[in-house]
Structures are given as C-alpha cells and as structure tokens.
C-alpha cells in the first residue's frame, strides 16, 4: 500500500484489482502515480513523478523489483 509523509501529500485513487495495486499521490509541487503487482513471494512494479519546481517540469520514471527473502528482523 503507498504511504507518504509529507503532510503537503494526499493519496488518491487507491485500487486494487486482483493481485496489483495502483495509486496516484498528489502534492503542491508535482504528481506520483504508481503500480505494483505481487505474484507469491515477488514484486514487480513502477511509479511516475512529475514535478514543477522553478519554472520547469521534471519527469522522474522509477521501476522496482522485489522478492521477500524472509521475516523481518
């Protein structure tokens, strides 16, 4: 599930459908959107930022992969 710290941040548009999540996080300067698929003991997923800080727009693509390697510690 996306989290977020920034008090500026809210979350948004939260679904799940079967075993993939998506979101979309919304703050003052920019947009997140996100999605994650597990599948057993994997993760496989990807979030898109797009920021506007002095005139200019960013976009930041970010891919994840991830497999639980046991409890944590």
């Known amino acids: 599930m996306p989290q977020t710290t920034d008090p500026g941040c809210t979350i948004k548009d939260v679904k799940t459908q079967g075993n993939t999540i998506t979101w ?4 003052k300067k920019g947009t997140s959107t996100g999605k994650v698929t597990y599948a057993g003991t994997t993760m496989d997923g990807f979030t898109e930022t797009t920021v506007k800080t002095n005139g200019n727009t960013m976009t930041i693509k970010s891919r994840m992969k991830g497999k639980r390697i046991g409890p944590c510690k």
């Open 24 to 27: 979309t996080v919304v703050c």
